[in-house]
Nanobody, 115 residues
C-alpha cells in the first residue's frame, strides 16, 4: 500500500522559510519521480516542483529561484525547501507520485504566510 506523509508546514511571516518533507512507503522510491503540488482556498490544485529519479529538478515559474526540491533515497523522502515566502504561497501542499499508472497523494500540510 502506497503512503505519502507530508510534514513541516506552519505559519511563517513573509520573507521567511519552511522546509516540507514527504516520507514515502509502499513504492521503490528510488525508481520514481516525485512532485509537490499546492492548493490555495478557492483555487485549483497546481504543480509546484518535481524531481526525477535521477535527481533533476523542475519548478513552476512562480516559485523558481525561491523553492528547492530534493530527495534522499536512503530515507525514502522528498523535501521542498521554501525561502523568501510570500503571502500568495499560502496553500495546502501535497506530495504526489505516479506509480504503476496510479496517482497517489499525501494528506497535505498547511503553509500559511502572513504579510
Amino acid at each position: 500500500q502506497v503512503q505519502l506523509v507530508e510534514s513541516g508546514g506552519g505559519l511563517v511571516q513573509a520573507g521567511g522559510s519552511l522546509r516540507l518533507s514527504c516520507a514515502a512507503s509502499g513504492i521503490i522510491f528510488r525508481d520514481n519521480a516525485m512532485d509537490w503540488y499546492r492548493q490555495a482556498p478557492g483555487k485549483q490544485r497546481e504543480w509546484v516542483a518535481g524531481i526525477t529519479k535521477g535527481g533533476s529538478a523542475n519548478y513552476a515559474d512562480s516559485v523558481k529561484g525561491r523553492f528547492t526540491i530534493s530527495r534522499d533515497n536512503a530515507k525514502n523522502t522528498v523535501y521542498l525547501q521554501m525561502n523568501s515566502l510570500k503571502p500568495e504561497d499560502t496553500a495546502v501542499y501535497y506530495c504526489n507520485v505516479v506509480s504503476m499508472a496510479r496517482n497517489y497523494w499525501g494528506q497535505g500540510t498547511q503553509v500559511t504566510v502572513s504579510s
